[in-house]
């Protein structure tokens, strides 16, 4: 991962930009899983959804993981 990243002028860890990334993804996800109906196999959707936030933003991290700084 990279140290910060600036938006106007800003400066934002990385980590809350994947954050909300994957938050917009799994919102998305979400909604069409709710449509296909897939919500009906699972016993507690609270528990899948931040299963599924929890991967996405692993996924975010680990495909940027190397533009980061070397150690």
Same mark, same amino acid.
């Given at each position: 991962? %990279?140290?910060?990243?600036?938006?106007? $002028?800003?400066?934002? @860890? @990385?980590?809350?930009?994947?954050?909300?990334?994957?938050l $917009?993804?799994?919102?998305?996800?979400? +909604?069409?899983?709710q %449509?296909? $109906?897939?919500? +009906?196999?699972?016993?507690? +959707? @609270?528990?899948?959804?931040?299963?599924?936030? %929890?991967?996405l933003?692993?996924?975010?991290?680990?495909?940027?993981? /190397? /533009? $980061?700084?070397?150690?």
């Amino acid at each position: 991962m %990279i140290g910060e990243i600036s938006i106007g $002028g800003v400066f934002f @860890p @990385p980590l809350l930009l994947f954050g909300l990334l994957a938050l $917009g993804v799994t919102g998305v996800l979400s +909604r069409l899983f709710q %449509i296909i $109906g897939v919500y +009906r196999f699972v016993a507690y +959707r @609270p528990l899948v959804d931040l299963a599924l936030f %929890i991967l996405l933003l692993g996924l975010a991290v680990l495909l940027t993981a /190397h /533009h $980061g700084l070397q150690s």
